[in-house]
């Protein structure tokens, strides 16, 4: 079974333009979420989706927003990108209710280097 | 305030040896906890996922135990290797909600 992939792996954009990034996930999955991880403060949590509805959001101001084809796949954009979007973006399907104490499976990350 | 704290931050250990990384969390109530391994340039991967209800559950040479009275969480590695050279993250789900508190981690590193 393929894992969860994400495109592209590596990203380089200057302040104030936008990025989207894309998420696969393993096949069957209805739940991805997205997170963000900075080396001082860990894994963020962005947003969940669940069968092409947003099920859940964190702290993240709106210029990060996201969402899920039929397919399950999904997408996430940063508008007006700042000097502290720098990070690696990790994306995690399961099957159901990740926090319900279903195992979720994380891509390889999208690193994003805005300069 | 749902908080997850692991200790210590880093941690360097010779091939071979036994670790033992904590994991405090102040989330009530209480669904679950896990423990994920993350190589160095590479998504999280699970280790161990624990209910209320376990106390202790292994994967190959990781183990983590579980104390809810207490809300401390450990992970034992025995005979570590240098594979074993990652970051461990502590993951605590609030019960009857969708959230997942995230440690900031334990930095491991594996000398021969």
């Known amino acids: 079974k393929a894992g969860v992939t994400q495109t592209p792996r590596y990203l380089i954009k200057t302040r104030g333009q936008q990025v989207t990034l894309s998420c696969s996930p393993i096949?069957?999955?209805?739940?991805v979420s997205w997170y963000q991880q900075t080396p001082g403060q860990g894994l963020q949590f962005l947003f969940e989706?669940?069968?092409?509805?947003?099920?859940n959001k964190g702290n993240f101001p709106g210029r990060f927003s996201g969402r899920q084809f039929s397919n399950s796949r999904s997408e996430m954009n940063v508008s007006t990108l700042e000097l502290g979007d720098s990070a690696l973006y990790l994306c995690?399907?399961?099957?159901?209710?990740?926090?319900?104490?279903?195992?979720?499976?994380f891509g390889p990350g999208t690193r994003l280097l805005v300069l | 305030k749902n908080q997850v704290e692991q200790s210590p931050q880093s941690l360097i250990i010779l091939e071979g040896k036994n670790c033992t990384l904590q994991?405090?969390?102040?989330?009530?109530?209480?669904?679950?906890l896990r423990w994920y391994k993350q190589d160095t340039g590479r998504g999280p991967v699970s280790l161990t996922i624990?209910?209320?209800?376990?106390n202790t559950k292994s994967n190959g040479r990781y183990t983590a135990t579980l104390d809810a009275d207490t809300k401390q969480s450990s992970l034992h590695i025995t005979a570590s290797q240098l594979s074993d050279s990652a970051s461990y993250i502590c993951?605590?789900?609030?019960?009857?909600?969708?959230?997942?508190?995230f440690g900031t981690g334990t930095r491991l590193q594996v000398f021969p």
């Open positions: 624990m209910t209320f209800s376990e």
């Open positions: 994991c405090n969390y102040t989330v009530s109530p209480f669904s679950n």
């Open positions: 995690a399907s399961s099957y159901s209710r990740p926090a319900g104490g279903e195992t979720q499976y």
């Open positions: 096949s069957g999955h209805r739940s």
């Open positions: 993951v605590v789900s609030v019960g009857n909600t969708d959230k997942l508190i």
């Open positions: 989706y669940f069968s092409e509805t947003q099920r």
